[in-house]
């Protein structure tokens, strides 16, 4: 390993290794697992016949993410209310939270988007679209054939189009909106918060079972203003908002009493908001520092 040893070469590889399995499984402690499985078989491994440790280590966690995601479509699909995945939040854009990827395809939109993709579906797109893989490489990862994977992932981007973004919003620009919103849904200014909504606006909400939330979704911008407007007027100034780094995007925490309540990925087109992702469930809050 020319004086590098084999920790040093995985910790190296690590946040490949976990950006790949959370954009499998959409669970922090899930890819964590993964993760942790593929170093303790490359710590087994006979390596001094390996051309390339990226390549044997993407490979093990790609095929461990696959099973894994068999197995959680079991649990999502008797799953209370609407699943999304784990947040990862940060406060502050320098932590490694923040760090792992500052791009669209860590959103929990997109993350959401991939949950229609069967799982080696899945792996291949990500590999393909995510990190930039060459046929070749994928086909040797999945033991697929190169014409399969091509027409796997053109599949997928097509089942995939129509909800992707369609406009690329800096993260200044995002970001300043949720300052406003913030400001609105304090006030309890009803108008002020309606103003911000696009018409077809939408909540999703993931209680887990465990806390209420808006079962099935709440969908145009009357319904969802008269949403953040009723818990102003129910709390007043029990209730806070701060933004926080969402899986890459400016998002809000909400606390209620001082404690967190939610995690709010919220989709933008610059000039209104069009989405809030609202994570509930406090299993997957309890991981995030505030």
């Known amino acids: 390993m020319h004086g590098i040893t084999e920790q040093e070469i995985f910790e190296s590889?690590?946040?490949?290794?976990?950006?790949?399995?959370?954009?499998?499984?959409?669970?922090?402690?899930?890819a964590e697992d993964v993760v942790q499985e593929a170093w303790m078989r490359w710590q087994a491994a006979e390596k001094s016949a390996l051309r390339s440790a990226e390549a044997w280590l993407v490979t093990v966690?790609?095929?461990?993410?696959?099973?894994?995601?068999?197995a959680a479509r079991a649990e999502r699909e008797a799953y209370v209310g609407s699943w999304l995945p784990e947040p990862l939040v940060a406060e502050d854009e320098r932590t490694p939270e923040a760090?792992?990827?500052?791009?669209?395809d860590i959103s929990l939109a997109f993350l959401l988007m991939l949950e229609r993709l069967a799982p080696e579906e899945r792996a291949a797109f990500l590999l393909r679209q995510v990190f930039d893989y060459d046929y070749p490489e994928i086909a040797s990862i999945l033991g697929k054939s190169e014409a399969a994977l091509r027409q796997a992932v053109?599949?997928?981007?097509?089942r995939l189009r129509a909800d992707e973004p369609r406009f690329h919003v800096p993260a200044e620009t995002h970001r300043r909106l949720l300052e406003r919103f913030v400001e609105a849904a304090r006030?309890?200014?009803?108008?002020?918060?309606?103003a911000l909504l696009d018409e077809?606006?939408?909540?999703?909400?993931?209680?887990?079972?465990?806390?209420?939330?808006?079962?099935?979704?709440?969908?145009?911008?009357?319904?969802v203003t008269n949403l953040y407007w009723a818990l102003a007027l129910k709390y007043g100034q029990r209730l806070d908002y701060r933004i926080a780094t969402v899986n890459g995007e400016p998002g809000l925490l909400r606390f209620i009493d001082g404690?967190?309540?939610s995690a709010?990925?919220?989709?933008?087109?610059?000039?209104?908001?069009?989405?809030f992702y609202v994570v509930r469930n406090p299993d997957k809050l309890a991981r995030i520092r505030v």
């Open 13 to 30: 590889l690590r946040p490949r290794l976990f950006g790949l399995g959370y954009r499998m499984l959409g669970i922090r402690a899930d």
């Open 61 to 70: 966690t790609t095929r461990l993410a696959i099973d894994r995601l068999r």
């Open 99 to 104: 760090a792992i990827e500052h791009a669209d």
């Open 154 to 158: 053109h599949r997928a981007r097509e």
């Open 187 to 194: 006030s309890g200014k009803r108008d002020a918060i309606r």
């Open 200 to 223: 077809n606006a939408r909540v999703i909400g993931d209680g887990g079972g465990k806390v209420p939330t808006v079962a099935g979704g709440m969908y145009g911008a009357d319904r």
């Open 259 to 261: 404690a967190l309540e």
């Open 264 to 275: 709010q990925a919220v989709a933008t087109d610059g000039a209104r908001i069009g989405a």
